[in-house]
């Protein structure tokens, strides 16, 4: 079992930077694909970015090149650097962790971090 613990939403203006943090407990962590996925107000959740073990990257279309996902596993923390945000940036952005490799769905899912652009 591992826990995710988001961190890092707020209130921003269009064209600025958040950093997101997804804090997971167990040491297993370095073996676990992370994900980051985002739900709008009245819309279905929607894939991000995710990382896999051996850092390999994909990212929505929507935010490539803009938004960049990392992992520390040292402090069992996955990041989701967001740069020149745009409202419809604002979402709440959850994280979610699995260790399977044949599998492309995530078993565990933090509670969620609302991050809001202005415009």
């Known amino acids: 079992q591992v826990q995710l613990v988001e961190s890092g939403g707020g209130l921003v203006q269009a064209g600025d930077s958040l950093r997101l943090s997804c804090a997971a407990s167990g040491r297993a962590f370095s073996i676990y694909r992370v994900g980051w996925f985002r739900q709008a107000p009245g819309k279905e959740r929607e894939f991000v970015a995710t990382i896999s073990a051996t850092r390999i990257t994909i990212y929505a279309d929507s935010v490539k090149g803009r938004f960049t996902i990392s992992r520390d596993n040292i402090k069992y923390t996955a990041y989701l650097q967001m740069n020149s945000l745009k409202p419809e940036d604002t979402a709440v952005y959850y994280c979610?962790?699995?260790?399977?490799?044949?599998?492309?769905?995530?078993?565990?899912w933090g509670q969620g971090t609302q991050v809001t652009v202005s415009s």
């Open positions: 979610a962790a699995d260790p399977r490799l044949s599998s492309s769905d995530y078993q565990f």
